[in-house]
């Protein structure tokens, strides 16, 4: 069975500092591993995604993920916070025909 | 449009009232799924689409949730008699592929039932 666990459920940033939202997952084969955010009253937008290519993944808005394996880990983080990033954010794990996702994470972005 | 459209964005039913919810996918995208996502919560998987096959329908909470897509195309969300406990947003995504692609995600449908 497929799941993920975000392990924080909010977050909490000063502007200008790295962020680091922290992801776990539960596959019983190669995942398929994504990271959306959800802006107030707007759907969710797909930030990046890991199909089995490179480990390191890039997104948009200069969000990262690595995919560890022995970890069962698929952390999203960026370098520098900004007041746009204040959002929730989604780990997400998908076999064929679902999308399995966390509890989600509350990134505070603090000026 | 380019992306996923659901109508209404909004709907206040009362109790006992069916209510319909529709998306508009992605143009020729195979996959369409519905979640469900109550306040604070992560989105609930309820049920998924292949073209016009409903191939998956284990996340249906109850049989007053009916779902279909004749065409392939546009999708439909029934909620009969609707109880208080249905108030979310209701979700709407698709997909290029029959698996493992990433969905893209409409604006949702908020239902308040009151």
């Known amino acids: 069975a497929q799941s993920v666990t975000q392990l924080d459920s909010h977050v909490s940033v000063s502007e200008g500092t790295p962020v680091l939202l922290r992801c776990n997952y539960s596959?019983?084969?190669?995942?398929?591993l994504f990271w959306y955010v959800q802006h107030p009253n707007k759907g969710l937008q797909l930030l990046l995604k890991y199909t089995s290519a490179a480990t390191l993944v890039k997104g948009i808005n200069g969000f990262e993920a690595e995919f560890k394996k022995s970890e069962t880990s698929f952390h999203l983080t960026k370098p520098s916070a900004h007041m746009s990033d204040a959002a929730e954010y989604f780990c997400v794990v998908s076999d064929r025909n679902q999308f399995y996702f966390g509890t989600g994470t509350s990134l505070t972005v603090i000026p | 449009g380019a992306g996923v459209s659901q109508s209404p964005r909004y709907k206040v039913a009362k109790r006992g009232q069916d209510v319909a919810l529709r998306c508009d996918p992605i143009?020729?995208?195979?996959?369409l799924f519905w979640y469900q996502q109550a306040l604070g919560q992560g989105p609930e998987f309820l049920t998924y689409?292949?073209?016009?096959?409903?191939?998956?329908k284990s996340g249906l909470p109850s049989d007053r949730f009916f779902a279909e897509r004749p065409e392939g195309s546009v999708s439909t969300l029934k909620i009969q008699r609707t109880q208080q406990e249905d108030s979310a947003v209701y979700l709407c995504?698709?997909?290029?592929?029959?698996?493992?692609?990433?969905?893209?995600f409409g604006q949702g449908t908020r239902l308040t039932v009151v």
């Open positions: 689409f292949q073209n016009e096959a409903q191939l998956d």
């Open positions: 143009s020729g995208h195979v996959s």
């Open positions: 596959s019983s084969y190669s995942p398929s």
């Open positions: 995504a698709s997909s290029p592929k029959a698996w493992n692609t990433e969905a893209f």
